[in-house]
């Protein structure tokens, strides 16, 4: 069974620009929940995809957004990219969602987003 | 500041225990969680306790909760260098998940 494949694994864009990265959940799983992760602070939620409909958000600007389609494949746009959004960007996929113990989440490796 | 709160760092050598703190805020929280990252890779699930347990053991892992101190710890006995890891503890509270900054276990030969 394949696992969560994320796309690119590296990327690097100057301040201004937009970017899109790609989550594909394993198969089966409608969940897709992303992260970004910087050494600064941590692990921080962005937001949830479940059936192409967003069901939770994180405390984070409009820049960040999403969409899911109907195989379960998620996307994560930036748009006008600051420098602070350089990060480790993870998504997870899960049966039933985050936070559900009898539906574990499994995590890509991750897209590291370096802005300059 | 963070929700969920962990030491940065915890070095040991190999063929000790490793204790691992986290304490959390939200009383609600159903589930609580410990993840490992190791480098270049994704968040791997090692483990979890259920809001109403004390305590918890899976081979190597225990996890004790102490609810009233919202206070989680993941010890791992005989620590070995393929430990070496950043290791998450998460709190879920519906469906939202919170996650520590992460702890750095560097393991000693």
């Known amino acids: 069974k394949a696992g969560v494949t994320q796309t690119p694994r590296y990327l690097i864009k100057t301040r201004g620009q937009q970017v899109t990265l790609s989550c594909s959940p394993i198969s089966g799983h409608r969940s897709v929940s992303w992260y970004q992760q910087t050494p600064g602070q941590g692990l921080q939620f962005l937001f949830e995809y479940f059936s192409e409909t967003q069901r939770n958000k994180g405390n984070f600007p409009g820049r960040f957004s999403g969409r899911q389609f109907s195989n379960s494949r998620s996307e994560m746009n930036v748009s006008t990219l600051e420098l602070g959004d350089s990060a480790l960007y993870l998504c997870?996929?899960?049966?039933?969602?985050?936070?559900?113990?009898?539906?574990?989440?499994?995590f890509g490796q991750g897209t590291r987003l370096t802005v300059v | 500041g963070e929700d969920v709160e962990q030491s940065l760092f915890l070095s040991v050598r190999e063929g000790d225990s490793s204790v691992i703190n986290c304490t959390y805020t939200?009383?609600?929280?159903?589930?609580l969680y410990w993840y490992k990252q190791e480098p270049g890779a994704g968040l791997q699930l090692l483990t979890y306790i259920f809001s109403n347990m004390d305590m918890k053991q899976d081979q190597r892992l225990t996890v004790l909760l102490n609810k009233k101190d919202k206070h989680l710890s993941l010890r791992i006995a005989d620590t070995q260098t393929g430990d070496s890891a950043i290791y998450f503890c998460a709190e879920s509270i519906n469906n939202d998940m919170r996650f520590g900054a992460g702890t750095r276990l560097t393991v000693k030969p």
């Open positions: 997870a996929s899960s049966l039933q969602g985050q936070g559900v113990v009898n539906t574990e989440a499994f």
């Open positions: 939200d009383s609600s929280s159903t589930y």
